[in-house]
């Protein structure tokens, strides 16, 4: 069954380093997302790229963020300037054209 | 008011047990409603979704949406060990973007 895989599954970075988390969604999906979860609080929508362009992003996603799909495969969330509160889950969820979205497994983001 | 509660819990069940997990809304504009399960450092699974009021089963899974109360509810019938997880209701609007808004979560433990 085709899954979304997500790398590394843990990055550890000083505060002010800049970090990339990848994704590879399901294939035929159309639809990308990130989200957070900080730990022990729920999940917090973060941004949405459909058409190689964001089509939504959140009061979190501030200019430090920033989303790109390389390539046909690959989509990626990048932090500019990490600060300590970044710290959380990250997760890459795509869907095809129907309300389902498709989580991967996360990435744990810890920054020192 | 948050726009989607849930009560966190812990929730404790015997195996075979009903379980009955709740969440409320006060977003009228929500149309699709999810069901997540999430293991503990893992991605969210998704388990069903529902569009707009009624009940939807599967296997031993029911969802019910009641628009009118603001009220959606997941009951998972003959409870076991393997179901003991966080479970996540999210839900988006229909029309303005695809963002899914998620609770805080239900821990569940079912025991032996």
């Known amino acids: 069954e085709p899954e979304v895989t997500q790398t590394p599954s843990h990055q550890v970075t000083q505060m002010g380093q800049e970090v990339i988390l990848r994704c590879v969604p399901i294939?035929?999906?159309?639809?990308f997302y990130w989200y957070r979860q900080i730990l022990g609080q729920k999940v917090e929508f973060l941004v949405s790229?459909?058409?190689?362009?964001?089509?939504?992003k959140s009061e979190i996603f501030d200019d430090q963020f920033s989303v790109e799909r390389p390539d046909g495969s690959n989509f990626t969330l990048k932090i500019r300037s990490t600060k300590l509160e970044d710290s959380a889950m990250y997760f890459c969820?795509?869907?095809?054209?129907?309300?389902?979205?498709?989580f991967g497994p996360g990435t744990r983001l810890t920054v020192l | 008011q948050k726009e989607v509660e849930q009560d966190p819990g812990p929730l404790s069940v015997p195996e075979g047990a009903i379980v009955s997990l709740n969440c409320t809304y006060s977003?009228?504009?929500?149309?699709?409603f999810m069901w997540y399960r999430q293991y503990s450092r893992k991605g969210p699974e998704l388990l069903m979704y529902?569009?707009?009021?009624g009940n939807k089963e599967d296997g031993r899974f029911t969802a019910q949406v009641d628009k009118s109360s603001k009220y959606i509810s997941l009951f998972i019938r003959d409870s076991q060990p393997s179901d003991s997880a966080t479970y996540l209701c999210?839900?988006?609007?229909?029309?303005?973007?695809?963002?899914?808004?998620f609770g805080e979560g239900t821990q569940l433990t079912v025991n032996p």
């Open positions: 977003n009228s504009a929500f149309q699709y």
């Open positions: 294939s035929n999906h159309l639809y």
């Open positions: 999210a839900m988006r609007e229909e029309t303005s973007g695809s963002r899914l808004t």
């Open positions: 969820a795509s869907r095809q054209n129907g309300p389902e979205q498709f």
């Open positions: 529902t569009y707009s009021s």
């Open positions: 790229f459909y058409n190689n362009e964001i089509s939504e």
